[in-house]
């Protein structure tokens, strides 16, 4: 059971990169696929999720309009989509699973599946 983020980079601020997490030895489709990250020197924070059931997404204050999570369970892999980023969007960023049944995903605190984390950094 793994689940494997890649697809960070180096990238100017204004521009865009795409996250992707990809799970082995379990069905994504059946959980909620959430992105967090931590900044040095900073505690992890939630970024996005998007539910299992019906796709329903969320997203921090901080990155709504710029950011987008998507899921193609055919691929058994979640996307975070990133757009318009800016220095303080580096970090290293994890993605995680979680079974949600009938609840929203942002109100988990504990995730059953973690990313080893893939870093991204916004600089010119």
């Known amino acids: 059971v793994q689940l494997q983020a890649f697809g960070g980079g180096l990238v100017q601020p204004g521009g865009s990169l795409r996250l992707s997490c990809a799970a082995s030895?379990?069905?994504?489709?059946?959980?909620?696929i959430g992105w967090f990250r931590q900044a040095p020197g900073r505690e992890r924070e939630w970024v996005s999720c998007?539910?299992?059931?019906?796709?329903?997404?969320y997203y921090a204050d901080s990155v709504k309009g710029r950011f987008t999570i998507s899921r193609d369970n055919a691929r058994n892999t979640g996307y975070l989509h990133m757009n318009n980023l800016k220095p303080d969007d580096t970090a290293v960023y994890y993605c995680?699973?979680?079974?949600?049944?009938?609840?929203?995903?942002?109100?988990?605190?504990?995730?059953?599946?973690w990313g080893q984390g893939t870093l991204v950094t916004v600089s010119s």
């Open positions: 995680a699973a979680v079974t949600d049944g009938t609840n929203v995903c942002p109100a988990f605190t504990v995730w059953n599946y």
């Open positions: 030895g379990f069905t994504l489709g059946y959980y909620a």
């Open positions: 998007i539910a299992s059931a019906d796709d329903i997404t």
